[in-house]
């Protein structure tokens, strides 16, 4: 720290300076954006504390402690590749779709955003389970890849007739990308997070795809005939269908003018 200021003192300041104080500050608010609400902020925390207790471990000359911490210290980048490795790879991946995530027409946007929004209040009113679960910037390949390939038009019609009680593929999801229904009966990755106990498996896998990538999902609950949207984690029960169109539409990219 002491080089970047005497350098910043003998050469003065200049625009390079500037723009490169800034990419870092948008670097570190970029990877604290992802891990914000995760485990790994405990665990970041928890690093923070050992490199704090060995510095002043040998400001106060306490020898043996101060060693005892360094050597833990050597360790932590080796341990925390496996202990973040979910972390970094959500970050990267992110990062990556920024350059090339795919996105949907905005006609196409509000098509599907109101016939999943019609399709799903009419399951609700008949107590139809379902879990749609929308691709955004990060690819959704590797679950689409789980179920039965459909690469058909979304449509209220299309969600109703999969998610009929008793057919082959009702209890598994519909992955969306691009406004195509690509696939149904596909396996997701269940949240580690507690729930409460009247949420099911549906919305145990919607919190668990959303918090592994920037998906966003629509589960009909079953038991309750309830509408929820899921967003990084977060189970937003919907009143309307009206309410989801607008707010999925704004999810997946649309115009925000219509709300």
Known sequence: MQEVFWALYTRGLHWQDVLDVMSV???????LRQVRGTRAVQMMVGILALMAANAVSGWLDMTATHRLLQNLLFYV??????????TIRKTLAHFGGLFFGRRA?????????????????????????????FERTQGLKDYAETGIPLKAQLTADLLQTVFFPGTLLHDGAVVVAEGEAVAAGCTLPLTETPL?????????????????????????????????????GR?????????LALRLEAALGGRSGDR
Do not use: N
Not at 77 to 86: E, L, S, Y
């Open 25 to 31: 500050a948008a670097l570190f608010y970029f990877v």
């Open 77 to 86: 980048p080796f341990a925390a590749v496996v202990i973040f490795q979910d």
């Open 105 to 133: 027409s905005s006609e196409r946007v509000q098509m599907v955003a109101r016939e999943t929004a019609h399709a799903a209040f009419a399951m609700a009113q008949q107590r139809h389970g379902a879990l749609v679960v």
């Open 196 to 232: 409460p106990t009247e949420l099911g498996t549906r919305h145990r896998a919607a919190a668990g795809i959303t918090e592994e990538t920037d998906a966003v999902c629509v589960v009909v609950s079953e038991e309750r005939g309830v509408v929820s949207l899921v967003e990084g």
């Open 235 to 243: 189970i937003d029960r919907v009143p309307s269908a009206e309410e």
